[in-house]
């Protein structure tokens, strides 16, 4: 055994995880660690953020990327809690992540210190787990422990707090080869698979619905197939897009508020409703006494604190949705639901996805960047409008190909998460598709692109109003559009190009089809900036409090459907 610091501890602890990137900005309390990291930065690459929320988000999108704990690093006090944003982000969508904090030292605690905050206090509804080592023989383990939960079960974040003086103190430490943590092997129970295999054969019109706990668990192949033995059409949720491959006759696109009305009068029409690692959110089920009610419900996931929270269920499999699914397609025979499908396929027909193709909008920029990456692209998103049409109408072939803040919706979450994700995955084209109201939130972080060279692409749906929330001023609230007009002007090219970044403004789609070449066989940072008409809108939309089967669009609206 060596005698070595607590910084030495930290970091031979990260390099046994196989952590080769950090995100974080260093302060006082977090010095003796960052010196650290200058003596091993040939080993341990330190992206310097913005902003420590930057660093959170960009450690959020390297995990949801490559599908390994992502780690962020941050100073006592506003560093600390400007990492809360990223941290909760990373809590609803059960991202593995590991965020480090350096405090005061032990003996200034809890006597309002300069930059002392109880960060463990804070995040604790917010994290898997959370720790304060005051005891220097007690980090390593703790390092060990605080990975181990990040990444075992349901994934999350997991935050780590360290005075500075435990930074300094020394103990004995000794390097151990990587080792999961020690979990319950719950085994799946036979009698769940066998009654849920009975469903299955009983059914006449089953629907598959994914959620992001396919994608988690790396259930891609196993769902596939089980698809296809269970001969039925298949939908998503947000997070669960590129679980299924989106080119597939089976899928009939994203369920729920802004779903397709084929998913969403198909789920309202089957019996059984097959749901896999997801937790039925409000945005997805619409009035919950009105969801799928003239189905059983089979629900599949690895939390049991999800089986009948938001909807209560008919039979459930606790397991890891991979295990789940590979032994359900043991138990089952090849079912034939020809009629079904046919009915579902024509309703896809009938309801297809449609926009104004006259001009420059959404839909139409991420068509085209859908044509131009040939659907290979890493797709980053803001919150609001971009949003949905980016998961209405990129088609996602793979899982962890498409990162967005789907349960917190956090608007300044996508730049960030596209620097993680392009640094995770150097061989992929990443692109964030952001709204200029959340290009705001975080612009700074064009900053860091630049520094780091990265190939990624900024494309700004440049509306000049917010738009989600607009759209609802004009469809719930009399068109009374309080504080979503934005009329700056600002120039975000000259912004962009001000920071480094090569920019391109675009007011047309011949524009736009110019500058996405440029910026695709660019070699640094690009940003455009896509003008649009701000009354565009996501169709199709489910009113709040209303069934999914209400689902309504313009053409509904122009013919006098009533959505009060």
Known sequence: MMQMTGSQILIECLKEQGVDTVFGYPGGAILNVYDELYRHRGEIRHVLTSHEQGASHAA???????????????????GA???????????????????????????????????????????MPITKHNFIV??????????????????????GPVLVDIPKDVTAATAAFENRPLTPLPKKKEKISQESLEKAARMIRASKRPYIFVGGGAVISGA???????????????????????????DDPAYSGMLGMHGTKASNFGVSRCDLLIAIGTRFSDRVIG?????????????????????????????????DVREVLMALNRLLEPCEHTDWKR??????????????????????????????????????????QHQMWAAQYYRFHRPRQFLTSGGLGTMGYGLGAAIGAQIGCPDKQVINIAGDGCFRMNMNEIA??????????????DNR???????????????????????????YVKLAEAMGATAYAASTKEEFDVALDAALAAKGPVLIDAHINSDFKVWPMVAPGKSISQAFDKKDLDEGFEIK
């Not at 959020?60 to 506003?78: E, H, M, N, Q």
């Not at 001009?359 to 797709?379: F, H, N, Q, R």
């Open 448 to 461: 860091t692109a630049v520094r780091e060279h990265l190939p990624l692409i900024e494309v700004i749906v």
């Open 134 to 155: 005051k005891d220097v023989h007690r980090l390593a383990d703790t390092l060990r422990r605080a990975f181990a939960i990040a990444k075992s079960g349901r994934p």
């Open 343 to 384: 009915e579902v396929e024509e309703a896809k027909e009938r309801f297809p996805l449609t926009y104004d193709r006259s001009e420059l909008s959404g839909p139409y920029l991420v068509e085209k960047i859908c044509e131009k990456t040939k659907g290979d692209a890493i797709i980053v998103t803001e919150v609001g």
């Open 465 to 491: 109003v917010l738009g989600m929330v607009r759209q609802w001023q004009d469809l719930f609230y009399g068109k009374r559009y309080s504080q979503t007009i934005l009329s700056d002007n600002i120039d």
């Open 220 to 246: 891609a192949e196993e769902l596939a197939t089980f698809a296809g033995l269970v001969d039925a059409p298949v939908c998503d949720s947000l997070m669960g897009k590129g679980a299924f491959d989106g």
């Open 81 to 123: 809690t400007n990492l809360v944003t990223g941290i909760a982000t990373a809590y609803m969508d059960s991202v593995p992540l590991v965020a480090i904090t350096c405090n005061v030292g032990v003996s200034l605690l809890g006597k309002d210190s300069f930059q002392e905050v109880d960060i463990a206090g804070i995040t």
């Open 287 to 319: 009035n919950p006494k009105a969801f799928a009610r003239d189905a059983k419900i089979l629900h599949i996931d690895i939390d049991p604190a999800e089986i009948n929270k938001n909807i209560v269920v008919n039979a459930d499999v606790i397991g």
């Open 60 to 78: 959020d999108g390297y995990a949801r990327a490559t599908g390994s704990v992502g780690v962020c690093l941050a100073t006592s006090g506003p």
